[in-house]
């Protein structure tokens, strides 16, 4: 997230006002969003059933 922003503030030079500064963070954490909704998680069929065995009570509300 930090790389993204840097990437994003690194061409301004300066900021006309602090809401436009807030306004560029806004927008970049969207993107940042947008980009790790369809991010795939890796080696998630070795993960899944380790968190199965240490987080049985809570995986059986969410997985029924």
Known sequence: MRIYIKRKTKSKGSFP?????FK???LATQ???EKWKSAKIRNWSEI???L???FSEIMEKYTK
């Open 48 to 50: 899944y059933p380790q």
């Open 31 to 33: 993107e940042v969003q």
């Open 24 to 26: 560029l963070l806004y």
């Open 17 to 21: 006002t602090v809401d436009s500064a």
């Open 52 to 54: 199965s065995i240490f």
